[in-house]
T-cell receptor, first 114, second 115 residues
Framework: DAGVTQSPTHLIKTRGQHVTLRCSPI?????VSWYQQVLGQGPQFIFQ???????GRGNFPDRFSARQFPNYSSELNVNALLLGDSALYLCASSPILGVGNTIYFGEGSWLTVV | AQTVTQSQPEMSVQEAETVTLSCTYD???????LFWYKQPPSRQMILVIR??????QNATENRFSVNFQKAAKSFSLKISDSQLGDAAMYFC????????????FGTGTRLKVLA
């Protein structure tokens, strides 16, 4: 079975532009979470979606938004890009919204803002 | 607010030897989960081991084991018989047992394995 897949793997954007990152969860997984990992740091929680509804949000500005589609895939959108948005963006999926479940990460999308 | 601290930016171990990575955390919750994740150069975060706070027994997965000290809020990872493939960034993470999968990660420890 395919794992969590993310696209694109690498991209370069200019300050002020908009970016859309995509994530396909493991088949059968209904929850998707997004994390930002700045170089030299651990991942930071951005959003969680379950059954197409936002279930959690981290301390990120409104320039960051996300959505989940009926097939449980997800998009992360970032508007008005800043240099500080340069990071690895990780998507993770899990089967259901349960206390004991483990999340499975994709390989990430590396965003460079110039 | 919950925090996770990894005080060792980098560790080295000889192949076949044992190494311990440290992690401390701060929380006012009584029930939670703790994790160690491995991030190789491929960047994919891979779960190494998980510990539920209500369990007194330390978790073990093959060559990986933890020393969970709840009162001290300490959660160290021991890697036995280190292999070259163990070289990676290791992240300690915390999560409360709610529906939100908000993991709080430490800053990571880079493990080098010397042949």
């Amino acid at each position: 079975d395919a794992g969590v897949t993310q696209s694109p793997t690498h991209l370069i954007k200019t300050r002020g532009q908009h970016v859309t990152l995509r994530c396909s969860p493991i088949s059968g997984h209904k929850s998707v979470s997004w994390y930002q990992q700045v170089l030299g740091q651990g991942p930071q929680f951005i959003f969680q979606y379950y059954e197409k509804e936002e279930r959690g949000r981290g301390n990120f500005p409104d320039r960051f938004s996300a959505r989940q589609f009926p097939n449980y895939s997800s998009e992360l959108n970032v508007n008005a890009l800043l240099l500080g948005d340069s990071a690895l963006y990780l998507c993770a999926s899990s089967p259901i919204l349960g206390v004991g479940n483990t999340i499975y990460f994709g390989e990430g999308s590396w965003l460079t803002v110039v | 607010a919950q925090t996770v601290t990894q005080s060792q930016p980098e560790m080295s171990v000889q192949e076949a030897e044992t190494v311990t990575l440290s992690c401390t955390y701060d929380t006012s919750e009584s029930d939670y989960y703790l994790f160690w994740y491995k991030q190789p150069p491929s960047r994919q975060m891979i779960l190494v081991i998980r510990q539920e706070a209500y369990k007194q027994q330390n978790a073990t997965e093959n060559r990986f084991s933890v020393n969970f000290q709840k009162a001290a809020k300490s959660f160290s990872l021991k890697i036995s018989d280190s292999q070259l493939g163990d070289a990676a960034m290791y992240f300690c993470a915390y999560r409360i047992p709610s529906g939100t999968y908000k993991y709080i990660f430490g800053t990571g420890t880079r493990l080098k394995v010397l042949a």
